[in-house]
């Protein structure tokens, strides 16, 4: 035995490893094993990808901002309007810009579900947004349910003005370009409906309580009108409202000038007949147009035109079985009306003056659809094209975070049983160590 003991206590280590029963692996096995874990994670990570790639798909549009308009593209009056969602974003959170039309679609429920709505569309045709303001400035009707308050578009599409259906002191105006409200003091305080835009949308005439107003935006300031305006409509150059005043038996035409002086009258307005909005009066200032649906679904509905002078040749009227409106003039022998029926639903055609209906626009869906406007200074630029997929901006923000954490989760859960699984499969496939020697 060797005396240097350090190699006595080597030899003893060594004798000691050589009694240990060591069982070499299969090398079979530990190849297969080698081989498989560096492609553990890899169905993990392709499930997580696919995930990734439906939520892109999905809810990409919801969640992420889209881009915005062309400001100088030409205005696009989209041929299929698309149909009512719950999904669609607010005005303050996602301001749509330059505007085309807006309308009311839905029915009367209860506010928080929003199953009725004020709608922007953008002047691509395909940005759709909801109207907040005229949400908040509603109220409750008929058995608690709520409905907007009433809007306004201005003629070249910037702004929206928001009227209230309770008690309140001002006229709301919404940028579209930025989402922003200004707050306009009235006269007296009531129910708040504006009635008509200035073509150079720096005035504006609306309802206040038991009176008329005129808001020039310019300065901020309201005069009370000395008639009460229950319809009005501007002349071409802005100087000169049509009114109509409801008298106890009967309503009148009368002329405002906005410099001041007392009104003209021009004549009586038919019973069941009205000032046809706030784009009546003709481009060439000789006409004012009348429109009468008391009669729908018993007598035809008419659209017929008063002389603001009084000696004009006026154009023949024109009769429909449905419910008409005017949407505004696209030259001063072509109007744009606006007809809806239970079974053709709401439809938008070019009419000539005179001739035949040109069939334009119509809506999808089954929701009702009523209020429609169009801003009137973009009609003789206006196209009618399919403007493609609606465009509704990003989800509410608690709904981005719930769609998020959800995909999250189910990405988690998914690579975890993945993961579970390739380990159970590869214990299964080990082989069982030999038994030991018996000594």
Not at 183 to 202: E, K, L, N, Q, Y
């Amino acid at each position: 035995m060797p005396a240097d003991p350090h190699t006595r206590l080597g030899a003893a280590l060594r004798e000691v490893a050589d009694t240990l029963p060591v069982v070499p692996p299969e090398p079979g096995a530990l190849l297969a094993r080698a081989e498989a874990r560096p492609a553990r994670w890899r169905p993990v990570l392709s499930a997580v990808a696919v995930l990734s790639v439906l939520l892109g798909a999905v809810a990409g549009p919801g969640l992420l901002a889209q881009t915005a308009q062309p400001k100088d593209a030409a205005p696009v009056l989209p041929r299929t309007f698309a149909g009512l969602s719950l999904l669609t974003a607010t005005v303050s959170d996602a301001p749509p810009g330059r505007a085309v039309a807006v309308y009311v679609q839905g029915s009367n429920g209860p506010r928080v579900l929003h199953t009725l709505q004020t709608i922007v569309v953008g002047a691509d045709g395909r940005t759709y947004r909801r109207l907040d303001e005229a949400e908040r400035r509603g109220g409750k009707v008929e058995l608690g349910t709520w409905q907007d308050a009433p809007a306004l578009l201005s003629p070249d599409g910037t702004a929206v003005a928001v009227g209230s259906l309770g008690d309140a002191g001002d006229v709301a105006v919404v940028d579209l370009a930025t989402g922003d409200t200004r707050h306009f003091a009235a006269p007296t305080t009531g129910v708040i409906h504006p009635r008509a835009w200035s073509p150079d949308g720096t005035r504006l005439v609306y309802e206040a309580g038991a009176d008329s107003a005129l808001l020039d935006l310019r300065s901020g300031a309201s005069a009370t009108l000395p008639v009460r305006a229950a319809e009005a409509a501007f002349a071409p150059d802005g100087r000169r409202v049509a009114v109509q005043e409801q008298l106890e038996t009967r309503s009148e035409l009368r002329i405002v000038d906005v410099a001041g002086g007392a009104p003209v009258t021009v004549g009586s307005i038919p019973f069941g007949a009205r000032i046809a909005g706030p784009n009546a009066w003709s481009p060439d200032g000789r006409w004012i147009a009348l429109v009468d649906n008391a009669g729908v679904g018993k007598i035809p509905c008419t659209l017929t035109f008063v002389a603001v002078s009084g000696d004009s040749a006026v154009p023949p009227g024109l009769e429909r079985s449905t419910e008409i409106s005017l949407l505004g003039w696209r030259a001063t022998d072509e109007l744009l009306l606006s007809e809806s029926s239970s079974t053709v639903g709401r439809t938008v055609s070019a009419v000539p003056l005179p001739g035949n209906p040109r069939p334009l626009s119509r809506f999808a869906g089954s929701s009702t659809t009523y209020d429609l406007q169009l801003a009137a200074g973009q009609l003789p630029d206006l196209r009618s094209a399919d403007a493609g997929s609606a465009q509704r901006g990003p989800w509410p923000l608690w709904l981005r975070l719930l769609t998020a954490t959800t995909v999250l989760l189910a990405a988690a859960a998914v690579a975890w049983l993945l993961l579970r699984r390739r380990r159970s499969a590869g214990r299964a496939a080990r082989p069982d160590p030999p038994a030991a020697p018996a000594s």
